[in-house]
T-cell receptor
Framework: DGGITQSPKYLFRKEGQNVTLSCEQN?????MYWYRQDPGQGLRLIYY???????QKGDIAEGYSVSREKKESFPLTVTSAQKNPTAFYLC?????????FGPGTRLTVL | QQQVKQSPQSLIVQKGGIPIINCAYE??????FPWYQQFPGKGPALLIA???DVSEKKEGRFTISFNKSAKQFSLHIMDSQPGDSATYFC???????????WGAGTKLIIKP
């Protein structure tokens, strides 16, 4: 089955902790993206990567970090510098224009 | 110039009605206009997409109308069903650029 997997589905973080969200794709796509979605809100781009070992900041990159060491993987770290991290996080990949999304990770700060 | 403005923010329609969601853009270089459907707790999925060389595209009960001169495009859902209740996002992009510029989304409720 081709697709995008995200783990975990739910994640709880204590104040001051860093957490890493996993995103893996087996679609052989070059580009990968991380979005944040708040309740009733649209999609805001955190980071994107068009090629291995290269990535660019999106609109709301502060408090987040990423790596792209393999084509298949694009993990997102939510650092303690992100003051309001509670949200639904979506990973996507694309070969050209169509973006395919994973099922999302819901992060809650306790 | 990079914005895509989507309206309405929310919409309630009776079953069988035709909800219409509108989007407007400024950048005339955009050449790909998709609509995504998102159910609660899930990731968005591509519903239908259009390029500016056509004025209308239909896929099943879903139709995109595209007005290049007005820089607007819209989604129509024929014979709407309660299962169509979801959030719908429009987007736009340049074919040479992998990024999508997203509208803010429309929460659609179809009443039985």
């Amino acid at each position: 089955d081709g697709g995008i997997t995200q783990s975990p589905k739910y994640l709880f973080r204590k104040e001051g902790q860093n957490v890493t969200l996993s995103c893996e794709q087996n679609l052989n796509h070059d580009a990968m993206y991380w979005y944040r979605q708040d309740p009733g809100q649209g999609l805001r781009l955190i980071y994107y990567s068009q090629i291995v070992n290269d990535f660019q900041k999106g609109d709301i990159a502060e408090g987040y970090s990423v790596s792209r060491e393999k084509k298949e993987s694009f993990p997102l770290t939510v650092t303690s510098a992100q003051k309001n991290p509670t949200a639904f996080y979506l990973c996507a990949s694309s070969s050209r224009t169509e973006q395919f999304f994973g099922p999302g990770t819901r992060l809650t700060v306790l | 110039q990079q914005q895509v403005k989507q309206s309405p923010q929310s919409l309630i329609v009776q079953k069988g009605g035709i909800p219409i969601i509108n989007c407007a853009y400024e950048n005339t270089a955009f050449d790909y206009f998709p609509w995504y459907q998102q159910f609660p707790g899930k990731g968005p999925a591509l519903l239908i997409a259009i390029r500016p060389d056509v004025s209308e595209k239909k896929e099943g009960r879903f139709t995109i109308s595209f007005n290049k001169s007005a820089k607007q495009f819209s989604l129509h859902i024929m014979d709407s069903q309660p299962g169509d209740s979801a959030t719908y996002f429009c987007a736009a992009s340049l074919d040479s650029n992998y990024q999508l510029i997203w509208g803010a989304g429309t929460k659609l409720i179809i009443k039985p």
